[in-house]
């Protein structure tokens, strides 16, 4: 039954005051699905992007406060990958460099068993070039000879030191020791060279093709 102005007149009271209140729920229920939970939803998204930006700009700040110390590390850091650099041996040094390592130890009185270089190991800019040696002489000798190594001009690295069969020759005590010298040479690039890398960071850097 349709409910017209005149019936709700006519109707009791209590009738009247439950109709509104009826009336009311459904105007406050679609007052607050279509515009303040939207409403709020907005808001919220607003306050984190806000929350967001302003984690941003602390950052840019502490970024611009420390800028001055960022670039005298940076200028710092160039300076010793320049002198690190320094102390590689190129591809036509390398020789001369195991000959020496070689001279110094018949120098400190050491016998040389074996002298061996391996396999070089490429790494990013550089090679790692390993000679296995194996030497005979006393304890003193062989110190000096690394003292000797490592004082050299170009960086000489020793590890894997084992030594064994100490026994008493002509009134002094020899041992057998075995070791690894390890010498590092920059990787020339040639013109061939930068225009392959070139090419690849370009091939990296390309859209992938639609098939």
Do not use: H
């Not at 690394?146 to 030594?163: E, Q």
């Amino acid at each position: 039954m349709a409910i017209t102005l005149n019936t709700f007149v006519k109707l009791p009271k209590s009738q009247k005051i439950l109709i509104l209140v009826c009336l009311l729920g459904v105007i406050v229920g679609l007052y607050i699905y279509s515009v303040y939970l939207p409403a709020k939803e907005e808001l919220e998204k607003k306050k984190a992007e806000m929350t967001q930006r302003e984690m941003e700009v602390r950052e840019l700040r502490t970024i611009a406060a420390n800028m001055k110390r960022f670039q005298a590390e940076a200028a710092k850091l160039r300076e010793e990958l320049g002198l690190a650099m320094a102390q590689l041996p190129t591809s036509k040094e390398i020789p001369s460099l195991l000959a020496n390592v070689s001279n110094l130890g018949k120098e400190t009185g050491l016998e040389f068993l074996l002298f061996r270089p391996l396999p070089e190991v490429s790494k990013e800019f550089y090679a790692e070039i390993p000679v296995e040696i194996k030497v005979k002489g006393t304890y003193k000798d062989v110190a000096i000879f690394f003292d000797k190594v490592g004082k050299l001009p170009r960086i000489v690295n020793i590890s894997a030191v084992t030594m064994e069969g100490a026994k008493e020759v002509v009134g002094r005590w020899e041992i057998t020791t075995s070791c690894t010298a390890t010498t590092f040479k920059f990787i020339e690039k040639t013109a061939a060279d930068l225009a392959k890398d070139k090419k690849s960071e370009e091939k990296k850097g390309a859209p992938p093709s639609k098939k």
